[in-house]
């Protein structure tokens, strides 16, 4: 018997048995002292890139769950990531995707004394606050397994979607024509258009007339040839058919992908142009 036990530590020398593959020992043990534990959060567009400074970051918070304590805040900080990386380059399932160059992250290390379960929550872009999305994902953290690669990814559904024409605010003539323009971005700042790696062909993408918060028209709208802007015509209504001025709403829809953003503005219509001013 002490012979084959012997024997058996040649071949396997922790205990007889094999270890585990590819994984780093584990830290020495200190039973009940707090220990440094990193944690590594990244807030992504779903189906696009890190939100980074371009769209103000986001800002992430963790909180222990049994006692309420938040444990964690701060903004995610850094770049968007590589693109090419991120979109085009097939990888294992187990590999990292965003963190193979350098992107946004929020970084924290905790001193944990034992197992914690944690909530962890980002919102953003916080550059764009009619935009902003909010995600939350519960884990355990467990004192001195720090996180590696691409750490926990909270994922932000929607897009950034901005009125540029007419300018906010600005009185619409009774009977003109005016051109709907708007922009459509991802949550991390990546420009939707046609044949890019966020393809406006597979994105629903029109506006809408509004008057008393009912929809008066609906514009199909088109690319305009720059930037990430879409546009279209419509026919300003009369004063009198809306007293309270009209909404312009414009709508991008993905259903495949669960995207879906809007972007609104009301304005005033006149009967006419008001007078220059004279200097």
Do not use: C
């Amino acid at each position: 018997t002490l012979f084959l036990i012997l024997l058996a530590g040649l071949f396997f020398p922790a205990y007889g048995f094999p270890g585990p593959v590819g994984l780093d020992p584990l830290p020495p043990l200190q039973v009940n002292k707090p220990q440094p534990t990193k944690v590594i959060v990244r807030v992504v567009s779903h189906g696009s890139m890190v939100l980074g400074r371009e769209v103000g970051g986001a800002r992430v918070t963790i909180t222990d769950v049994a006692s309420g304590e938040i444990l964690a805040t701060g903004i995610q900080q850094g770049e968007a990531g590589d693109q090419n990386q991120i979109m085009r380059t097939p990888r294992m399932m187990d590999e990292p995707q965003y963190s193979t160059r350098a992107s946004a992250s929020f970084t924290t290390t905790l001193n944990l004394s034992h197992p914690t379960l944690v909530d962890i929550t980002a919102e953003g872009p916080l550059a764009y606050p009619t935009a902003a999305q909010r995600a939350s994902q519960r884990v355990w953290l467990v004192p001195g397994q720090d996180m590696t690669n691409d750490g926990i990814v909270l994922a932000l559904y929607g897009y950034i979607v901005q009125i540029e024409h007419p300018s906010p605010s600005e009185p619409l003539i009774a009977r003109d024509d005016v051109i709907l323009r708007a922009s459509i971005r991802t949550l991390s700042g990546s420009m939707v258009r046609p044949h890019g790696d966020w393809d406006s062909r597979k994105i629903r993408i029109y506006g809408e007339v509004l008057i008393s918060s009912r929809v008066h028209e609906r514009l199909q709208m088109f690319y305009s040839g720059r930037n990430a802007e879409f546009e279209a015509p419509f026919f300003v209504p009369l004063p009198k058919d809306a007293p309270d001025g009209i909404t312009l709403r414009v709508i991008a829809a993905d259903p495949s992908g669960g995207n879906f953003g809007i972007g609104q503005e009301t304005f005033p219509v006149v009967d006419k142009r008001p007078p220059t001013k004279q200097y």
